[in-house]
């Protein structure tokens, strides 16, 4: 009943920009925080960026100064806007969030995550 879309990935050359998105629906009552991983081919699922339900943002080192990530509270979406890609960020990349949500007659809280969008940066 909670799920996350994901939508903005593709296909681009070195150098170039996507903006991926991550909507939240379902019985919720908060979205907490939202994050966005990365898994590259033979490595680890690995955190991109994380932005709290306030604003504040955090980035990992590799993509710090090309990446941003923003959210709309009032569509339980987050972003994560990609510049000056390289061929190092092709990667599936997932979001998630720590949601609030109704479960019958009570309140639960957990992990969700996106089906995962594919990013391919090549010339």
């Known amino acids: 009943q909670v799920q996350l879309v994901e939508s903005g990935g593709g296909l681009v050359q070195p150098g170039g920009s996507l903006r991926l998105s991550c909507a939240v629906s379902?019985?919720?009552?908060?979205?907490?925080?939202m994050e966005w991983y990365r898994q590259a081919p033979g490595k680890e699922r690995e955190l991109v960026a994380g932005i709290s339900i306030g604003g504040r943002s955090n980035y990992a080192a590799s993509v710090e100064g090309r990446f941003t990530i923003s959210r709309d509270n009032a569509k339980n979406t987050v972003y994560l806007q990609m510049n000056s890609l390289k061929p190092e960020d092709t990667a599936v990349y997932y979001c998630?969030?720590?949601?609030?949500?109704?479960?019958?007659?009570?309140?639960?809280?957990?992990?969700?995550w996106g089906q995962g969008t594919q990013v391919t940066v090549s010339s």
């Open positions: 998630n969030a720590f949601v609030r949500y109704y479960s019958g007659n009570s309140v639960s809280a957990d992990d969700y």
């Open positions: 379902g019985s919720i009552l908060r979205v907490n925080a």
